[in-house]
């Protein structure tokens, strides 16, 4: 019998996984790749575009904007503060033009034209060429044509003010004012294949108008533009313009150039005259300074020479060289010593040839004669107030009884005479009377102080130590200030003691 056998069951295999296509395995990493590269680049576009000097540059050069270009001549201003600068000021008067070097904040030189309020000076109308003046630290040091040194000028005093106008007026603080305008024009222009950025305003900032020195209230119709340099964002070009009818400036005009390559020293003069300038110091001769501010140079010169203040006899030759002492405060010479630069040539000699008594050089031929010219010896008469040199009034008012015709008695006690000092009520003035070169007699007039002009003074004087002695009398009148005061002393009373000093001669 056939044993019957069953066939075994075929278990199907298990299904498998369809591999996924070899392409888009592929593509996935590439594409997260892509993505991330495109991230990147974006990323540092922007950060390029908005966050570097370069890709604020290169922004503004498709889409300008004034809060842009500000920030981008603010940055440009930090890595150099050197540069040149060509300034034009324009006012009711007339226009200064100046050439301004910066070495850095604190270095400025500049060569101008400083005005002068000293009007019948002999010299102060005569300058043609720019005076080199030097800030240093906001401290201002002007060189004297006269003799070349640096005398120091007061910010407060009219060269000083326009000194310091000029300073102001830096590429930085020029950005700095301008920031402060509200929805100026701006736009690109292409001039010569190169691309600049103009602003224009007809809004005036008020830290620009006191930079100017110029009152609010006084400017019609302002205009103010800038030029900047598209490629490196420094500034080239600045104006300022208003029709105001007063006497302020009307228009300024600035061009910027040489920014990082101005390699000029600029340092405190070595030298600084500490009693101004020549014309400074010829105006306490001449009547014509109206705040007294050279009266005080004087005085400074009595303290450092003479050791006092008021003291000394303007007219005395202390060491007999032919200068009296107000001309060699004036030339600048020693009046203690013959020979002040030694070169075996008296002081009066040199300044008659037309030299410098300090340091022997040839004047120019302006102030060689103003020198000559003040040289001689110039006396006023008695009593007769001012005396006029040509068209210019003596600074002092002098008087002299001269040694041969002046003598003091033996066993003279005091001297008696009357006078009247009469000032500009602004101003201060003192009266002094020397004998030789000792002061005997000061007498002084405060501003305000009221004056009785229809009486007399008597002045009691002690002589006592000159008794015996022949010298001469000199009668000295310095005001503060403008004129309009005087001096008259009654010679014809004059009296030592109980005896009329008479006759007497007045030069």
């Not at 014309?279 to 005085?299: A, C, F, H, M």
């Not at 305000?448 to 004087?461: F, I, N, P, R």
């Amino acid at each position: 019998m056939d044993t019957f056998q069953q066939a075994p069951v075929l278990q199907p295999e298990p299904a498998q996984d369809s591999p996924e296509p070899t392409t888009q395995k592929s593509i996935l990493p590439i594409v997260l790749a892509m993505l991330l590269v495109i991230v990147l680049v974006v990323g540092a576009f922007s950060f390029f575009l908005f966050f570097t000097f370069s890709g604020q540059k290169f922004l503004n050069s498709f889409l300008p904007s004034t809060e842009r270009t500000f920030s981008l001549v603010e940055k440009n201003m930090e890595s150099t503060d050197n540069y040149h600068e060509n300034i034009t000021l324009v006012d009711g008067v007339g226009s200064t033009q100046v050439s301004k070097s910066v070495a850095s904040s604190s270095a400025i030189s500049l060569a101008v034209k400083l005005p002068t309020t000293i009007t019948n000076s002999t010299v102060a109308g005569i300058g043609e060429s720019p005076t080199n003046v030097v800030v240093i630290n906001d401290k201002i040091y002007a060189q004297d044509p006269y003799d070349n040194s640096y005398y120091q000028i007061k910010t407060e005093s009219t060269e000083g003010k326009l000194v310091n106008t000029l300073s102001l007026l830096s590429a930085k603080n020029i950005t700095s004012a301008l920031v402060e305008i509200s929805n100026p024009k701006i736009e690109l222009v292409d001039e010569g294949g190169s691309k600049h950025i103009l602003i224009t305003s007809n809004q005036v900032p008020e830290s620009l108008l006191n930079m100017l020195g110029i009152s609010k209230g006084t400017i019609l119709s302002p205009k103010v533009s800038i030029k900047i340099d598209a490629k490196n964002y420094a500034i080239e070009a600045f104006s300022f313009e208003t029709e105001n009818t007063g006497s302020g400036i009307k228009k300024a005009n600035v061009i910027i150039t040489n920014y990082g390559t101005n390699k000029e020293v600029i340092a405190k003069p070595a030298a600084v005259n500490e009693f101004g300038s020549f014309v400074q110091r010829e105006s306490k001769y001449i009547r014509t300074e109206p705040n007294g501010v050279y009266d005080y140079l004087w005085n400074s010169w009595e303290k450092k020479y003479f050791g006092c203040d008021k003291c000394v006899n303007p007219v005395w030759d202390e060491d007999s060289d032919g200068l009296n002492n107000i001309q060699e405060f004036i030339f600048g010479s020693n009046p203690l010593v013959a020979d002040s630069n030694g070169n075996g040539i008296g002081d009066q000699a040199e300044v008659q040839a037309g030299k410098n008594p300090v340091t022997g050089t040839v004047l120019s031929e302006a102030y060689a004669k103003s020198a000559k010219q003040l040289a001689v010896n110039q006396i006023g008469a008695v009593g007769l107030g001012d005396t006029k040199i040509g068209n210019a009034f003596i600074r002092d008012s002098v008087s002299i009884i001269k040694k041969e015709y002046f003598y003091v008695p033996k066993n003279a006690k005091t001297l008696y005479f009357y006078f009247r000092l009469s000032s500009n009520p602004d101003n201060s003035a003192y009266f002094n009377v020397f004998f030789n070169n000792k002061l005997i007699f000061l007498h002084t007039l405060v501003p305000g102080e009221v004056v009785d002009l229809k009486s007399k003074t008597l002045a009691h004087v002690p002589i006592e130590q000159f008794a015996g002695q022949r010298g001469e009398l000199a009668f000295i009148l310095n005001s503060f200030g403008s004129p309009g005061g005087g001096i008259d002393v009654d010679l014809n009373t004059m009296r030592i003691d109980n005896n009329p000093v008479f006759p007497f001669l007045a030069y």
